[in-house]
């Protein structure tokens, strides 16, 4: 402000200069012009045009520049000022502006207020199940508001009475305008009962073991938590017998299902490991076949079929084919056990054979399909040495030839006591 008041000052010292001194030029310059004009009037009639004719031209440039445009220079060393009269005017008259007078303004200002409207949205009506329950945003849809908005029941309905009512659902957004709409909600009674699904009748031998919950689901309408529910008690694996198993399941509505199966506990006999083994016949032997050929059917299922595994050996033929034929895992003994009641009951002549020496067990079999006797070996070498095509009716030369490849993992692999047996087809 104080620059605005030199600057002021500065640029009115030079308008009065001029004002001041305009007067005394033009007073000056019509003396002068009058003197000029007597003399020559003085001296001839035409003197006006005689003066005039006497004047150089940068003289009469000069008489006829008008007055009003002289400019005094401002002061040696002093900076013409960078305003002009009308901007110092308008300073003075924004510095005689009162405190008084800006309050008065500032009252005069009116406040815009922009008022947003009330949420909106989409309803929707809605059907349930008793016992069920549904929230009230679940009745709203495509909201519409400039900023967040909370849906809530006018009152929360009672979920556990059936039929159709009113229900009111209230918008309100953060400024707290609110929107309330009606809509119904229908709740009905479940009345159907859970599906349980997969429950068959299931056959073990004594002392096996059955997984009852295999295979076996349940679902329901409407409730999407059902328990299935399996009642064993009156099963006994370990003694042969028709036992019942219960399947039950109940949803939230108190709807029951159900379902009854039987377990079949059995004694390991050979009549029933002849029945398994008939049925496998029945499903890989074909009338045409050979016996070579009925033999290596024979050979592929028991080699596609099992799993070596130490785990529970057996000693006993019954046991050993029931493992086999059931489980599908045992040791050599196992592998030879099928092998042999599904040659026998395939009819085709066949004498189980053992390692003698040697630091461990093993258990092949010898067959005749009216060549001869050959080796017939399903169980699997050690590092599979000896590979599965190899081990089917090979000669006794070969038999001597596979133990020496195995002697170094297993020795005596295929020695045996030959006196007790026919001789081999070398």
């Known amino acids: 402000m104080n620059n605005k008041i030199i600057i002021f000052c500065i640029s009115l010292f ?73 901007t110092a005017t308008e300073e003075i008259k924004t510095e005689e502006i009162t405190t008084e007078e800006i309050k008065i303004k500032a009252e005069e200002i009116t406040a815009v207020t922009v008022t947003a409207p009330p949420p909106t949205a989409s309803i929707r009506s809605i059907s349930i199940f008793k016992g069920q329950s549904v929230k009230a945003l679940d009745f709203i849809y495509n909201i519409k508001n400039s900023v967040p908005v909370s849906v809530r029941y006018r009152n929360t309905p009672d979920f556990t009475v059936t039929g159709t009512r009113e229900v009111y659902i209230i918008l309100e957004d953060l400024n707290g305008k609110t929107t309330e709409y ?93 029945r398994l083994a008939d049925d496998i016949l029945a499903k890989i032997i074909k009338n045409n076949m050979s016996k070579k050929e009925k033999a290596k059917a024979i050979y592929d299922w028991v080699n596609n079929r099992m799993t070596y595994s130490t785990r529970n050996p057996v000693r006993e033929p019954v046991q050993g084919a029931y493992g086999a034929f059931v489980r599908g895992a045992g040791d050599c003994y196992t592998y030879m056990s099928a092998s042999r009641v599904l040659l026998t009951r395939a009819g085709i002549e066949n004498l189980t054979l053992s390692r003698q020496g040697g630091t461990t067990e093993h258990y092949w079999n010898l067959v005749n399909t009216g060549e001869g006797w050959y080796h017939f070996d399903v169980t699997p070498t050690p590092g599979n040495l000896i590979t599965s095509s190899r081990r089917f009716m090979f000669t006794e030369t070969r038999a001597e030839q596979f133990t020496e490849i195995l002697a170094g993992s297993r020795p005596n692999y295929y020695v045996y006591d030959k006196s007790a047996v026919p001789e081999t087809v070398r």
């Open 14 to 86: 030079f308008i009065l200069i001029a004002a001041f001194c305009s007067p005394l030029l033009l007073m000056g310059l019509d003396d002068a012009v009058s003197d000029a004009g007597g003399a020559v009037l003085n001296e001839t009639a035409d003197g006006l045009s005689a003066v005039e004719t006497t004047l150089q031209p940068a003289e009469k440039e000069s008489a006829e520049q008008p007055v009003s445009e002289f400019t005094a220079e401002p002061p040696a060393g002093l900076e013409p000022p960078l305003i002009t009269e009308d």
């Open 182 to 274: 009606k809509t119904e909600l229908t709740i009905t009674a479940d009345t159907t009962p859970p599906v349980i699904s997969g429950v068959k009748d299931k056959t073990v031998t004594a002392g096996g073991t059955v997984s009852y919950r295999e295979g076996v689901s349940v679902t329901d309408d409407c409730d999407p938590n059902v328990q299935l529910n399996v009642d064993s008690s009156a099963v006994n694996l370990n003694a042969a017998g028709v036992y019942t198993v219960v399947y039950s399941a109940a949803d939230a509505s108190g709807n029951k299902t159900e379902v009854r199966s039987t377990i079949t506990v059995e004694n390991v006999d050979m009549a029933l490991v002849n």
